[in-house]
């Protein structure tokens, strides 16, 4: 079946655009996450949605970061006025419950690679 | 806060070796611990998921260990191939959290 799907793979900003990234995640799965990882590093957590709540973004680096996803499937991280730090790749992960059991593994994208100039 | 450790950052073995992967962590408050496996360009894959009742977990070839008391994971490769080159990662979930912790990786070259 379809997996977690991510859109566009590939972008280039200039410093001060702002960026529209896509996640599609798995046909009914609740929950649904975004990482950031830096070159080298592992990724870093930076919200989580239940169905359409956004129940968690402690690890949105700025105010210029905004997350949503208003149906409960699909969600959009936008970034506004980008910065050279914001190059990463962004991930997208989904899962099909909360907690309990192997329904909770998380399923990745396959990201999308940003840089900005 | 919960930190995430691998050692080695970075490993290359010929074919056919065992080997083995750690992964220490600082709050043993933890859910569960999974294993993922990235290759260049690419999402993670989960590998193996460990509840903190668990001990250890087998698929196939590989195998984790958990022991949450002393913070350490271990993910053990049996008769390493080529194709399990690949960037390794330990992250694991706290308890009444959703998000995953990760470590930073060991890269893994196996050659043939």
């Known amino acids: 079946g379809a997996g977690v799907s991510q859109s566009p793979r590939y972008k280039v900003a200039k410093r001060g655009q702002d960026v529209a990234l896509r996640c599609d995640p798995i046909?009914?799965?609740?929950?649904l996450f975004w990482y950031q990882q830096a070159l080298g590093q592992g990724p870093e957590f930076l919200t989580y949605?239940?169905?359409?709540?956004?129940?968690?973004k402690s690890g949105l680096p700025s105010d210029r970061f905004f997350a949503e996803r208003p149906e409960g499937s699909v969600s959009t991280l936008k970034i506004q006025r980008t910065q050279q730090e914001d190059s990463a790749v962004y991930l997208c992960?989904?899962?099909?419950?909360?907690?309990?059991?192997?329904?909770?593994?998380?399923?990745f994208g396959p990201g999308t690679r940003l840089l900005v100039l | 806060k919960q930190e995430v450790t691998q050692i080695p950052a970075a490993l290359s073995v010929p074919e056919g070796e065992n080997l083995v992967l750690n992964c220490s962590f600082t709050?043993?408050?933890?859910?569960?611990l999974q294993w993922f496996r990235q290759d260049p360009g690419k999402g993670l894959t989960s590998l193996l998921l460990?509840?903190?009742?668990?001990r250890e977990q087998t698929s196939g070839r590989l195998n984790a260990s958990l022991d949450k008391s002393s913070g350490r994971s271990t993910l053990y490769i049996a008769a390493s191939q080529p194709g399990d080159s690949a960037t390794y990662l330990c992250?694991?979930?706290?308890?009444?959290?959703?998000?995953?912790?990760f470590g930073t990786g060991t890269r893994l070259l196996v050659s043939p």
């Open positions: 992250a694991v979930k706290n308890t009444g959290f959703q998000k995953l912790v």
């Open positions: 992960a989904s899962s099909l419950v909360l907690a309990g059991g192997p329904g909770e593994t998380q399923y």
């Open positions: 709050d043993s408050a933890i859910y569960n």
């Open positions: 046909s009914g799965h609740v929950s």
């Open positions: 460990i509840q903190s009742s668990q």
């Open positions: 949605f239940q169905n359409e709540a956004q129940l968690d």
